[in-house]
């Protein structure tokens, strides 16, 4: 038996030969050491967050669809972008007519965000944002500390075709939101699926509204047909009783010159009496005549008006136990207007204060020279619930839509208030400084 000591075979060990394995020959192996890997971070985010972010945006955009009313539209913007974001409070302003106010479109904005937007609007600070055309974040005064602040206002700019309509404010305790990131892009899709769904209920709201008056007008220039027709008859029965007047006042006068016997008391008496109606009538046929190719802007004195006026509609308050107490400063500077959108303001003014009390009452016209303003003030001891603060439906009274539109052509503003206790007060105020027109 013979025993073979050297071996000249090699063999390498097994562990060897699973670590030498070539890549093509590692899915033929039945056995493999695979090394685990690891995600990045930024991949995780992307396959992970990202059809969340979609998912919350298909949601949102299935549900506001459904759905008419800003409000609702609005809260559940606001519940989404909770999702993406930390968000304390969502607000979306919009411009008024006037661009010089920022008006909440949703109705439980607070006072605090509301006048912090228009203070940055003041400081010219929404100007800049609206240049830029990019999300701002500025710190929110009341919550700065040594350390930092603790909330802040992302401020998103409203921009329709080149015309700044308002902003997106978003209270939030994000430090900042690059422009490339996931939750920026998201939140400017979301805004892209709200904003035009709400301006589309605001210009049919608009709609509806400019059709509503249309019809209005409409009636109103049927009614104001009529008026002209009686207008025309009533002057001409004015025209005609000045000239019987004023041969009674020729008659009574020579009547006391010629006949010695005749009580001199008498003549007198109905000669004022006739002077009185003379002048009623004058200021009756001055009233009535609307000559628009003599509408040419002077100065006015608004006392002389308030006067004149209570001297037409003085028998009318009388009849219904009303008493007009006038309280106007004197000298007053007088506006620039004309004297027949002056008697259609002052038209409009009463027909607002038409009298409701059967039991009678009293009003009362006071005119004040504050801060390069004339200010009209009146004062009814009625409630008129259309002249509360409450009150929001101006569209039941043309008269006080005529009125406020003819204070706007004279720049000024309307103001009411009224309560079951104090009255009702209705105050119009005309800006002795107006705009250079061309």
Same mark, same amino acid.
């Given at each position: 038996?013979?025993?073979?000591?050297?071996?000249?075979?090699?063999?390498?060990?097994?562990?060897?030969?699973?670590?030498?394995?070539?890549?093509?020959?590692?899915?033929?192996?039945?056995?493999?050491?695979?090394?685990?890997?690891?995600?990045?971070?930024?991949?995780?985010?992307?396959?992970?967050?990202?059809?969340?972010?979609?998912?919350?945006?298909?949601?949102?955009?299935?549900?506001?669809?459904?759905?008419?009313?800003?409000?609702?539209?609005?809260?559940?913007?606001?519940?989404?972008?909770?999702? +993406? +974001?930390?968000?304390?409070?969502?607000?979306?302003?919009?411009?008024?007519?006037?661009?010089?106010?920022?008006?909440?479109?949703?109705?439980?904005?607070?006072?605090? $965000?509301?006048?912090?937007?228009?203070?940055?609007?003041?400081?010219?600070?929404?100007?800049?944002?609206?240049?830029?055309?990019?999300?701002? +974040? *500025?710190?929110?005064?009341?919550?700065?500390?040594?350390?930092?602040?603790?909330?802040?206002?992302?401020?998103?700019?409203?921009?329709?075709?080149?015309?700044?309509?308002? #902003?997106?404010?978003?209270?939030?305790?994000?430090?900042?939101?690059?422009?490339?990131?996931?939750?920026?892009?998201?939140?400017?899709?979301?805004?892209?699926?709200?904003?035009?769904?709400?301006?589309?209920?605001?210009?049919?709201?608009?709609?509806?509204?400019?059709?509503?008056?249309?019809? #209005?007008?409409?009636?109103?220039?049927?009614?104001?047909?009529?008026?002209?027709?009686?207008?025309?008859?009533?002057?001409? *029965?004015?025209?005609?009783?000045?000239?019987?007047?004023?041969?009674?006042?020729?008659?009574?006068?020579? *009547?006391?010159?010629?006949?010695?016997?005749?009580?001199?008391?008498?003549?007198?008496?109905?000669?004022?009496?006739?002077?009185? #109606?003379? $002048?009623? #009538?004058?200021?009756?046929?001055?009233?009535?005549?609307?000559?628009?190719?003599?509408?040419?802007?002077?100065?006015?004195?608004?006392?002389?008006?308030?006067?004149?006026?209570?001297?037409?509609?003085?028998?009318?308050?009388?009849?219904?136990?009303?008493?007009?107490?006038?309280?106007?400063?004197?000298?007053?500077?007088?506006?620039?207007?004309?004297?027949?959108?002056?008697?259609?303001?002052?038209?409009?003014?009463?027909?607002?204060?038409?009298?409701?009390?059967?039991?009678?009452?009293?009003?009362?016209?006071?005119?004040?020279?504050?801060?390069?303003?004339?200010?009209?003030?009146?004062?009814?001891?009625?409630?008129?619930?259309?002249?509360?603060?409450?009150?929001?439906?101006?569209?039941?009274?043309?008269?006080?839509?005529?009125?406020?539109?003819?204070?706007?052509?004279?720049?000024?503003?309307?103001?009411?208030?009224?309560?079951?206790?104090?009255?009702?007060?209705?105050?119009?105020?005309?800006?002795?400084?107006?705009?250079?027109?061309?």
């Amino acid at each position: 038996m013979r025993v073979i000591r050297q071996n000249i075979s090699k063999y390498q060990p097994f562990y060897q030969t699973l670590k030498n394995v070539d890549n093509e020959k590692v899915d033929e192996s039945p056995l493999r050491l695979v090394e685990p890997e690891i995600p990045d971070q930024e991949e995780e985010t992307q396959t992970e967050g990202s059809p969340r972010l979609l998912q919350y945006i298909s949601a949102l955009e299935s549900k506001t669809k459904k759905l008419s009313n800003p409000d609702e539209i609005i809260n559940i913007l606001d519940k989404t972008l909770r999702r +993406i +974001i930390s968000v304390n409070e969502l607000s979306i302003f919009y411009y008024n007519d006037m661009q010089n106010t920022l008006i909440s479109r949703n109705k439980n904005a607070s006072s605090k $965000t509301t006048a912090f937007i228009n203070s940055t609007n003041k400081d010219g600070i929404l100007e800049w944002i609206f240049e830029t055309g990019k999300p701002v +974040i *500025i710190p929110e005064p009341s919550t700065q500390t040594i350390r930092g602040t603790k909330n802040n206002y992302l401020i998103i700019p409203i921009v329709e075709r080149k015309v700044n309509r308002g #902003v997106v404010s978003i209270l939030t305790s994000i430090n900042s939101l690059p422009d490339e990131s996931a939750e920026s892009q998201a939140i400017r899709i979301c805004l892209g699926i709200v904003l035009p769904q709400l301006e589309i209920i605001r210009q049919k709201q608009q709609l509806t509204s400019t059709f509503h008056d249309l019809q #209005v007008y409409q009636s109103k220039l049927t009614n104001d047909f009529k008026l002209s027709a009686i207008g025309e008859l009533t002057s001409g *029965i004015a025209e005609t009783l000045i000239s019987p007047l004023q041969v009674i006042m020729s008659y009574t006068d020579m *009547i006391g010159k010629e006949f010695k016997n005749v009580d001199r008391s008498l003549v007198n008496g109905i000669m004022s009496q006739v002077k009185k #109606v003379n $002048t009623i #009538v004058s200021r009756l046929v001055k009233f009535a005549s609307l000559d628009s190719s003599e509408l040419k802007i002077q100065p006015c004195d608004l006392n002389r008006f308030i006067e004149e006026y209570q001297e037409v509609i003085g028998s009318s308050l009388r009849n219904k136990n009303y008493e007009c107490i006038l309280d106007l400063e004197e000298r007053i500077p007088p506006i620039l207007s004309n004297e027949n959108y002056v008697n259609q303001i002052l038209s409009n003014a009463f027909s607002v204060l038409r009298a409701t009390n059967e039991h009678g009452g009293g009003i009362l016209i006071q005119s004040k020279f504050i801060k390069d303003n004339i200010v009209i003030r009146f004062i009814s001891t009625d409630y008129l619930e259309k002249l509360s603060k409450s009150y929001d439906d101006y569209s039941r009274d043309i008269s006080f839509r005529i009125l406020k539109n003819l204070m706007s052509a004279h720049e000024g503003e309307v103001v009411s208030d009224a309560t079951e206790t104090t009255g009702s007060t209705l105050v119009l105020s005309f800006p002795l400084k107006r705009k250079i027109r061309k």
